[in-house]
């Protein structure tokens, strides 16, 4: 087996893993952290993150928890509700 070490210097948002999903439909890793919400496909990281005054952007950069239902939505759980 092989193993390969992710940091900031690749792409990730933060260093610290709170809770990890990876997605049943795209098989993407979906990787929650204290600061933001990152996902990766493989090759490269895609980074969520809370913006002020844009209701559709995450409640929080402080990620608790990923679920995806049976419809393959991923619901985030942050500090902020």
């Known amino acids: 087996m092989r193993f390969r070490r992710y940091g900031i210097e690749e792409g990730l948002s933060q260093v610290t893993?709170?809770?990890?999903l990876e997605d049943k439909i795209d098989g993407h890793i979906w990787i929650g952290t204290q600061d933001g919400l990152n996902q990766f496909d493989g090759y490269r990281f895609k980074v969520f993150k809370h913006h002020a005054g844009d209701p559709t952007s995450l409640s929080s950069n402080r990620i608790n928890t990923l679920f995806q239902d049976r419809d393959g939505r991923i619901w985030v759980g942050t500090d902020a509700g």
């Not at 893993?17 to 990890?20: F, T």
């Open 17 to 20: 893993a709170r809770c990890l």
